[in-house]
Each structure stands twice: as structure tokens, then as C-alpha cells.
């Protein structure tokens, strides 16, 4: 858990992000205290900034694997730190990068990121909770394309609920951006700042809702 104070964030100290987030797919096993997460972010360098290398936050995340355009990267050419993942010679232009970890939603007290409230698992990744999913640029001003997939336990999890756009279904009990399911679904939206939970009555279910603006087809909804 980090015990260090955050630091104030002053407008006079903007600057824009060095690199841009198309895309986000998102792969979600759930498990109370091993939740896998396979996250493939699309990245392209900012037109405005020079070549810069490749800063990702990340909050009690254990990193299992590391991919660009689906080749494993060696160890040397990146840095793991209790907060960041950096990526130091990135490619100078667009790229895919996969990485998966795995985090406990039921050690996690925080009510931040992914975590466990009685029996089920909620979502908050808002103002710096996605950080606690994945690794990522984490700030409101990087907006991507999400697809995300949950597959969970029928037995410990019989609903869940997302929002956007459905599109599959299937036997194992996953969803992305949908609405209350009992089977796969896979779906996709696109959001700014990303998904997040609000508090809700226990019913052994999976809550996974965005929060802010976005758009639905050719909807806005907030």
C-alpha cells in the first residue's frame, strides 16, 4: 500500500501527454484474490511532443507479461517500480503494447481500482483508480476506445452489469459495457475518463459502470 502523500498537480505545470491512447481492450478474469487482467493499449506518439520514452502508472500491481505487437519484451528494456512501468526506447511511431497482471480485489481497501465489497466485485477508477487495474498514462486528458471483457464464475458471480454497447454473449459468464447479464457478453464504448462503480446493495454481483462522458453509437449519455 503507498504511504506517500500526494503531491499537489498545479495548472501552471501542464503539459500535454507525451503519448496517445487509441484503443484499450480490456480482459478481465475474476477471482476474490487473483484477478487476471489483460490490457492491450494501442499507443501512438503525441504529434507535439518529441521522442520521449514510454511512462505508465500503476498502484500494487503484480506484472505477469509484457508484449510489443506481440513479441515478449526482455527484461532490460523496461523498468518496473512499486508506481510506474517505463518503457525507455519506445518505437517512434505507433505500436501495441499487451500487458497482463494480476491484482487481489479482496485485499484491496481502498475502494479504488478493482476491489471486494462483501461478495461483490465493484469498480472506481476515478480520479487515479485505474492505475490499480493496469498500466496507463493515467490522466483525464488521455482518451481512448474501450472493449472490455469480464468472465467470472457463474457460482460466485450469477449477474453482471456494465454499460455501452453489447455485443457477444457466451457460456462462461462475461461481459463488456452491457447491462445485466448471465452469460458472456463482449461489448465496446468509447469513454473519457474510463469505467467506474458507484456503491450499490450486495447481490453476489459484478458492477461495472463508466463515469463522466462518452458515447454510445452516435449517443451521449452521461
Avoid at 156 to 169: D, I, K, M
Amino acid at each position: 500500500m503507498r504511504t506517500d502523500i500526494a503531491q499537489p498537480i498545479r495548472l501552471k505545470d501542464y503539459r500535454p501527454p507525451d503519448w496517445l491512447v487509441d484503443s484499450v481492450s480490456l480482459d478481465f478474469s475474476l477471482h476474490p484474490t487473483a484477478t487476471r487482467v489483460r490490457a492491450t493499449l494501442v499507443l501512438r506518439p503525441s504529434p507535439k511532443a518529441a521522442s520521449a520514452p514510454l511512462i505508465l502508472e500503476g498502484d500494487e500491481l503484480s506484472l505477469l507479461s509484457l508484449k510489443l505487437d506481440g513479441t515478449e519484451l526482455p527484461a532490460d528494456s523496461y523498468i518496473v517500480t512499486s508506481d510506474r512501468l517505463t518503457i525507455p526506447q519506445p518505437p517512434n511511431g505507433p505500436f501495441a503494447l499487451e500487458i497482463e497482471t494480476v491484482i487481489n480485489p479482496t485485499a484491496n481497501t481502498q475502494l479504488s481500482g478493482l476491489y471486494r465489497s462483501n461478495s461483490s466485485y465493484c469498480t472506481q477508477c476515478e480520479a487515479e483508480g485505474f492505475r490499480r487495474i493496469t498500466y496507463f498514462p493515467d490522466r483525464p486528458d488521455v482518451m481512448a476506445v474501450y472493449t472490455t471483457r469480464i468472465e467470472a464464475d457463474k457460482r460466485e458471480a450469477p449477474v453482471l452489469l456494465s454499460n455501452g454497447n453489447l455485443e457477444q454473449r457466451g457460456g462462461t459468464n462475461s461481459l463488456c459495457h452491457g447491462f445485466a447479464q448471465t452469460s458472456d457478453a463482449v461489448g465496446r464504448a468509447s469513454f473519457w475518463p474510463r469505467i467506474r462503480s458507484r456503491h450499490f446493495h450486495d447481490r453476489r454481483r459484478v458492477r461495472f459502470q463508466h463515469g463522466g462522458h462518452g458515447k454510445q453509437g452516435t449517443k451521449y449519455f452521461q
